[in-house]
T-cell receptor, first 112, second 115 residues
Framework: QKEVEQDPGPLSVPEGAIVSLNCTYS??????FMWYRQYSRKGPELLMY????GNKEDGRFTAQVDKSSKYISLFIRDSQPSDSATYLC????????????FGTGTRLKVLA | GAVVSQHPSRVICKSGTSVKIECRSL??????MFWYRQFPKQSLMLMAT?????????EQGVEKDKFLINHASLTLSTLTVTSAHPEDSSFYIC???????????FGPGTRLTVT
């Protein structure tokens, strides 16, 4: 079993839809949870960074962490064609151990 | 925001030659940088952790003699792929951590093709 599981997609949605992206993990020591967006042949861009359980909102993006279920989500409201990209979740055990474990990424297509 | 650059963005080399990839943090000093490799439709795999002024820490299965890492200054880390072979063709991405923060900021990546 991989430490971090993420559905690779592709996930196709119409413009304006609410998108839900998810990752599950097995390591209960993970405390820091990140979401990155990666366009084709580009480096990942940090979208959200959260610590422990709870919600965090930034514009159209909301990140949720449920440590009891070992489950994290990223919601995108009012999705746009420009949101079409691969979304990677990443996790780390502590701030002192910067090693990130990445999911495989979910490819999202927002159709105009 | 933080900016990390990589050079070159794309390189094609012949089998058996060596290739150097540079990673620079442009607006902050990074004591720690990371090197990842990403194959098509796969996730980022950490290769090594580069620490300024000391030896890099390699992940299991990564040959340290093949992937030479040098972090000679607080803004520059280099990855040299020695005696490259076609199976080394991949997307190589570096990241850096801004002091006082925990987030990794990634460079744009370098696409290496070995013929």
């Amino acid at each position: 079993q991989k430490e971090v599981e993420q559905d690779p997609g592709p996930l196709s949605v119409p413009e304006g839809a609410i998108v839900s992206l998810n990752c599950t993990y097995s390591n209960s020591a993970f405390q820091y949870f990140m979401w990155y967006r990666q366009y084709s042949r580009k480096g990942p861009e940090l979208l959200m960074y959260t610590y422990s359980s709870g919600n965090k909102e930034d514009g159209r993006f909301t990140a949720q962490v449920d440590k009891s279920s070992k489950y994290i989500s990223l919601f995108i409201r009012d999705s746009q064609p420009s949101d079409s990209a691969t979304y990677l979740c990443a996790m780390s055990e502590s701030s002192g151990t910067y090693k990130y474990i990445f999911g495989t990424g979910t490819r999202l297509k927002v159709l105009a | 925001g933080a900016v990390v650059s990589q050079h070159p963005s794309r390189v094609i080399c012949k089998s058996g030659t060596s290739v150097k990839i540079e990673c620079r943090s442009l607006d902050f000093q990074a004591t720690t940088m990371f090197w990842y490799r990403q194959f098509p439709k796969q996730s980022l795999m950490l290769m090594a952790t580069s620490n300024e002024g000391s030896k890099a820490t390699y992940e299991q299965g990564v040959e340290k003699d093949k992937f030479l890492i040098n972090h000679a200054s607080l803004t520059l880390s280099t990855l040299t792929v020695t005696s490259a072979h076609p199976e080394d063709s991949s997307f190589y991405i570096c990241s850096a951590i801004r002091p006082g923060q925990n987030e990794q900021y990634f460079g744009p990546g370098t696409r290496l093709t070995v013929t």
